[in-house]
């Protein structure tokens, strides 16, 4: 087991994988493996490689999880312990706040607090800003391990110190731990010591704008849900006014401020680009994580005081000047819009101006959620039926999703397009007969006939069916499908014959049968005739399903009409894969039996014939 001491680098890390491995497959004794694999890993993380070393305690930490707790006591406890002594190196000091991390939860209280809390509580105190913060982030482990009681005593005040650290990295260490040991404290705690230190820690942040900034906007939705039931009403308020001013930090009154103090400190001091840019970067991560949180605030808020609360700084947001901010905001529009229920209204002439955006990543969030947009809006229930009133509310959605096909299809995100056409068939339910008739199935003819990208075309066409379907007027229908005959089934591309053997695959699964056999059915055979041979090949393919949707005496001559195209092809074909096509595609007709009307609809049929 030494060689793997020697091993180079290279060898070092796949090795370290097929350690962990062993120990997974049960491919030796526990007992075994402690003796042999485990002191090899223990004895690896001192390398002095700083890859081999990381990739030697990762797979020590992996190993703890499986390990029973008295060989970790045994063989790990006392070599954390020893790597975690102020005489060690950085390197050492950082894995031991690992190993105590991990090893934390797999014993008793008391051995916690006599093993490992001094330890801790030492590291916590560390010199060096790295260790201070690695250990930091381990106090989530150590506190469920120790219980409230010992957490609030022994890891709470080390906590309160962190969080006040003079290092920024510290400092956020601190935040995430207070996060994630939320549900552990009680309502006492919570009150007298967690509350005042986040607002504190919060006040800090806007007042100096440093790297913990973004951290807060990214935790303050987690804070604000973990602390809701021990606020006073004081207490939300003020989360609710610092969460308002999170959302403006960044924006022009407050950089003209900024400019004016620093012009005034210093009037012919040549700013530095870089860190203008930096700290832009920095305010707009902060409002990118506001907007990420805003569900979690709307939730903390409740749909009630929305409008009074929130609605102003969820405009602004929709509007930020920075298109990451609004594609956030777009991305989680349907989210906030199931919150607030009935009063969903409120917020729709935002989702205009996001439908009008120049931005794709923006346009695709609200694009994506579309349908769920809309039914939230609209209030759709379960019998899919709108009131005239309701359609007239969405009179300015409408025009703006519409509208957007110019800026979608402008770009060349063939996915965001084929979302588009594939989501315009949810406005089956939200417009009029005449609005489908005359704007929106223009649209996905328009992309059926001219669309770059094939996935495109078909979710177009697939739509464009449904919309027919749905059209009240017969000649409207008839309309639409003797276009869809004409210019795909008798083009002269050979690309728009291929995607109208698609089309009748979708409308056979849309469709009834007697609906396709009268439109579509006799057309579809005509293209046994056609000069390419990838079209012949490709309607073989569908031939069974044809004699799927016959069913005799009535649609006699139908079949008829597919066993001469079959014959037809069997005996001119001379293009090889179109032969091996129409054999395999004889062989599954052979098989498929030819459904027989019942005796009843065929005595009530020559019954009227007779008449």
Known sequence: MKYFMWLKPRCNLPASSAFLQILQNNLVPVQNYSQTFLQTILNSVDSKDPEVANAWLDTLLDVIELLPKEIIKKEVLNVAIAKGQVSQAVQARLACCKILGKIATKFEPFVLKKEILPVVQSLCQD????????????????????????????????????????????????????????????????????????????????????????????????????????????????????????????????????????????????????????????????RKNCAFNFPAMVLFIGAKQFKSELYGTFSSLCKDPHNQVRKIMSSSYHEVSKLLGTNVHIIQPDLVVLLKDESIEVLKGVISNLPDILDTLIGLGSNHTLSETKMNSLSDVIPALLNSEVVIFGSNNWR???????????????????????????????????????????????????????????????????????????????????????????????????????HFYEYLLELHNDPVPNIRLRLCSILPALKKVIKLPTDRNLLQQLDLCVRKLLVSERDRDVQGAIKQAVEELDRIHVQMESLWNVVSMDTLINF
């Open 127 to 286: 010199v060096d800003y790295e260790v201070r913060g690695c250990m930091c982030r381990q106090l989530d482990c150590v506190s469920r391990g120790l219980g409230l009681e010992a957490t609030k005593s022994a890891i709470l005040p080390e906590l309160v110190e962190l969080t006040n650290d003079e290092e920024s990295y510290v400092r956020i260490a601190g935040l995430e731990t207070v996060v994630n040991v939320l549900t552990l404290l009680d309502t006492d705690t919570c009150n007298t010591t967690i509350i005042p230190l986040v607002c504190k820690y919060c006040q800090q942040a806007i007042q100096a704008e440093d790297s913990t900034l973004p951290v807060v906007a990214k935790q303050l939705g987690k804070l604000c849900h973990g602390l809701k039931d021990h606020m006073t009403d004081e207490y939300r308020q003020w989360f609710m006014d610092f969460y308002r001013k999170l959302c403006k930090v960044g924006l022009t009154q407050d950089k003209n401020r900024r400019n004016s103090d620093t012009e005034k400190d210093s009037p012919t001091k040549v700013p530095d680009l870089t860190d203008i840019f930096e700290e832009e970067d920095k305010l707009v991560e902060c």
């Open 416 to 518: 965001l397009q084929e979302d588009f056409m594939t989501n315009l068939s949810c406005l089956i339910h939200c417009c009029n007969n005449e609005t489908l008739y005359s704007k929106v199935i223009p649209i996905l003819f328009q992309k059926i006939l001219n669309g770059r990208a094939l996935p495109v075309r078909h979710s177009a066409s697939r739509s464009a069916l449904l919309m027919i379907r749905h059209l009240k007027k017969q000649d409207q229908r008839e309309e639409y499908l003797h276009t869809l005959v004409e210019e795909l089934c008798h083009s002269r591309s050979c690309h728009n014959r291929s995607l109208f053997i698609d089309v009748c695959r979708c409308m056979i699964e849309l469709y009834s049968k007697s609906f396709f056999k009268q």
